[in-house]
């Protein structure tokens, strides 16, 4: 995963009223219950852009305020059930570094419930589809996020 | 070393004529008016052998010992000056020393002191040049070797005081204790006043082992005892103030003292009357202890019950020291 | 090894004020070994900042770049041009390596983003403790290896006062009473003789307390004669 590849998932989408949420998703899991998901056509807001780690212990802070900075709405963790991370313990590691950045959020200026962690196993397609549901419902209620580049802010309401 | 007669000073001569010797403290109080000091020192005087005058008791700041002493001693209460390492360094100490001593003061009592964080002014930087223990030292050392610190000879009246160091006996490590209080014995010290004991069978226990290892021969040691006001007061000593070893029989019998009354005013007034009891009953158990020399009775901003407490306790009158008498101890 | 911590992101803010450009300088030893100076810290503050700015409506285009060592003039050459294109640098190294920089770059404006705080180590990972004072005359043999200058909080050189309850030290609960340590660790070699000894008064003037200290040795220092 490159900060190349961050920004361009950050990118707000098409016109300003798009909600654009980024997840990283673990490759064990997380990213197998989308792939399901989308295997049994479970329909669920198409806010998400997808980016696959090999686990959530390899998320750094600084690729979560890279995809905020560059005009993420809201970002989502996912990874294994804590007990069944595939490296051991890489999604307690992310779960201290998400605590960690929401509160660095918080100081920034950001609302710390655009940035949330879920856990799910590879069979949990539901579970997916109604994590993306809840980031979807949320953001949408904060807003679009003000970081979000001049010129694809929403009518009214650009920083 | 315990010497006789090198201060003057009325407490030295009590404990040299082997009299049991009593002590109480006296705050300073947080302003500049003298008329508090002369009025507890007016209460004190024939109570007692000496007073200590307290030097910023717990970080909060209160006239100082060395004037408050003088206030003391001019409405006729002999003071022991207290003196802590926490707000002064070898240059103020020796300076206040001498200054106390061509004032007229002749005890002095030499501590660690409270950190500054437990006061009402916690920003402040602390000392510590010192500790207590090299004050003990210094102290002694103006006194016998006419010595300052540095090893500089004092030419004219050097400060000859009694000099007195403290020792919590039931704090940690408890083994340490007795053998912490020899090196203050070692320093020089002339007389040790402990923290206030309410284990009196514990306590027992430190002295044997004072007495085994030579010291109680070779200073003046007076028991610390205190006036407890209510069980309130018994249970944050036991769990806020370090080495106090409040018994649960103690605490149980001062809550027993105000069952089945209802009103506020005279349930405080029945622990009082308890506290007091338990003070005399304690009085009357250290001086049975080999090797105590006094009491010394803290009363935490309660002084008006010490003339009763050392009524009932038997220790009145004080022995009265002529002037000759004290100039034949010397 | 030297142990820091961030300041709050409102006071590194308030401090650089509104300037056009500012650079983030790390350090690559010990901040970064107590995770609030190295390279990842100096990303995640200028990204803390730019984002900061925006959030208000504005603007700040901060940069950052980590050295090895804040404290070595060798290593703050290299950042000049990064130095000189800034309006405000603020240095996530200690307190010497934000004076290292000052005084490499007179004409930057430098400001801290880190508070400096003690000499210690890590106990365990994410735990640091003050250990040493550099009080420059080093007395760890006769203390079983504990210094009662760092460890205690009243500095006692004959300790421990009547304050020690349960091996805690009064002022702090979670601060181990030093001469409790010293008493423990010399009782258990058998060696409780040296603390019969009374420890003089110490001599401060080898400490801070004797003025700012500098050591000179005259047989590492470069000869210009020897250079030709």
Redesign the interface.
Known sequence: MTSAEVRAAAAPVGDGDAINIVAFCCHYCAYAAADLAGSLRIQYPPSVKVIKLPCTGKLDVQHVLDAFEHGADGVMVAGCMEGDCHFQQGNINAKRRVAYTGNLLRRIGIEPERLKMFNMSSAMARRWADAVTEMDTTVRRLGPSRLRPRSAGPEGRTP | MSSTGLSGSNLEAVLAAGDFAVTTELGPPKNADAESIRAKARLLKGCVDAANITDNQTAVVRMSSVAAGVIALQEGLEPVVQVT??DRN?LAMQSDVLGAYALGLRNILCL????Q??GNHPQAK?V???????LV??IVGLRDHRRF?CGEEIKGVNPRFFVGA???PL???VD?RP??L??KV??GADFIQT?IVCNVPRFREFMTRVVDLGLASKTHILAGVGALKSPAMARYMRDHV??MDVPEALIERMEGAGKGIDDKAERAAAYRKEGMAICVETIAQMREIGGIAGIHLMTVEWEEVVPTILDRAGLLPRPRRTSEQRKEAS | MIVAEQKDLEEIRASVGEVGRVLVVGCGTCVTVCFAGGAKEAGILASSLRMAARVEGGSQDVGDVTVQRQCEWEFLDAIAADVAAADVVVSIGCGIGVQALAERYPDAVVVPGLNTTFLGLPVEQGVWEERCAACGSCVLGSTGGICPIARCSKQLLNGPCGGSSHGKCEVNAEAPCAWQLIYDKLKAQNRLDRLMEIAPPKDWRAARDGGPRKIVREDLRLNKTDEK
């Open positions: 390492c926490r070898r660690s002191g409270d950190h964080t437990f602390n510590y040049d010192l500790d207590s223990t090299q030292q210094m610190q403290v020792e919590n704090a940690d490590p340490w053998l912490r020899g090196k070692k320093a923290q370090p080495g």
